[in-house]
């Protein structure tokens, strides 16, 4: 079957990642089928809601007839970050590492080849300023997650890598921190973070100094290396795991970018230290064998990607950044509250029939 016809799964299809990336899948011709809770409403699919198949349900609950016609899966779903993985270590557990696992199995049953998944660079998280582990860390490296979050994808890594073979080709991407602009915008990632902070608060705070390591990538760039995974050859990336970065940079250097770009926009932005030990972690990752085997180019620079979210958040509004819906943690514990009140009253203006006289 031509690739252009090819009807591709995206678990988290309308998350801040899947929502750039379901464009990305459009404009190259593919048939895309969105699987999603929709907690953050439909703001990230707004704008192509119609060129897609949405499922509304939850990944561990999934049917199997959510594969019907498909021949491809992403999956990008699950818990996205240590704060929210901490607050609800089962569930993070659940969706990070048993659905991934279940939806796998279900794949292979269907003939379902290629299964693409959402690891992290995350799993090689070391203390900062340790200087005998601050290397510069290959898919090789031995390793051993502590973090409910790093700990789940890690073991839905080995569980899925254990299926590998002739009948079913997982693909494993970790993924540095992303940056960047998206209609389901995020501001609890580092380079995101530091730009809503710097102008709303007109402030740049650097906890340890900002002397950690993070690799990171562009949001278009992740996108584009999911679609690498997915179209190249099986024999090259079958049971493959591929560290996914433009590039390593010290989180002062992040800042200082920042800095740069809004002191160039005359907007006056002050720098703030702090070198108390706060179990900051710090690692560096080489992309070495993503650019050999799958071609994995960044093509967005860190100044490029934070010019074009200055353009986008005036363009989309997103300036209010007091907003829980830009913060996952946040909304997910505000979600959970209103949903204690709602069941408690029985809905929101609903009442009592007799109110109303009724029998």
């Known amino acids: 079957m031509s690739k252009q016809k090819d009807k591709i799964l995206v678990v988290g299809g309308a998350g801040y990642v899947g929502s750039i990336l379901i464009r990305d899948l459009l404009d ?6 969105v699987l999603d809770r929709m907690f953050f409403g439909e703001i990230g699919i707004r704008e192509v809601k119609d060129r897609i198949e949405l499922i509304v349900d939850d990944m561990r609950t999934i049917d199997p007839s959510v594969l019907d016609d498909v021949q491809s899966v992403i999956n990008i779903g699950g818990l996205s970050n240590d704060p929210t993985a901490e607050y609800n270590p089962q569930a993070n557990f659940e969706m990070n590492t048993l659905a991934a696992e279940k939806l796998a199995k279900m794949a292979k049953e269907r003939g379902i080849k290629r299964y693409v998944y959402a690891s992290s660079c995350s799993v090689y998280y070391v203390p900062a300023g340790v200087d005998s582990e601050d290397i510069l860390l290959t898919e090789a490296a031995q390793i051993d997650p502590k ?125 703030c230290s702090d070198y108390r030990y706060k179990g900051i972690r710090s690692y560096r990752v080489s992309t070495d064998k993503a650019e050999d085997v799958l071609g994995f ?63």
């Open 28 to 33: 190259k011709g593919y048939a895309v089928k």
């Open 147 to 271: 973090a409910a979050y790093s700990k789940s994808k890690f073991e839905a890594e080995k569980r899925l890598l254990a299926m590998a073979g002739p009948e079913f080709c997982p693909v494993i991407l970790r993924k540095g921190t992303i940056f960047g602009f998206s209609p389901r915008m995020r501001y609890d990632l580092v380079v995101n973070t530091f730009l809503k902070t710097a102008l709303s608060t007109r402030k740049l705070n650097l906890h340890y100094g900002g002397e950690m390591w993070r690799p990171l990538v562009d949001i278009h760039d992740a996108a584009a290396a999911y679609i690498l995974s997915l179209e190249a050859p099986e024999d090259k990336v079958c049971g493959q795991i591929f560290n996914i970065a433009s590039k390593n940079y010290r989180v002062s250097e992040l800042a200082l970018k920042v800095y740069q770009i809004l002191n160039d926009k005359g907007v006056d932005v002050k720098i």
């Open 297 to 359: 180019r960044p093509r967005i620079t860190l100044e490029e990607s934070i010019v074009t979210m200055l353009e986008m958040i005036e363009k989309y509004g997103f300036n209010d950044f007091d907003h829980p819906r830009y913060y996952n943690i946040t909304w997910m514990k505000l979600l959970e509250e209103v949903q204690g009140i709602i069941q408690k009253h029985k809905g929101i203006f609903e009442i009592d029939g007799s109110f109303r006289g009724e029998s």
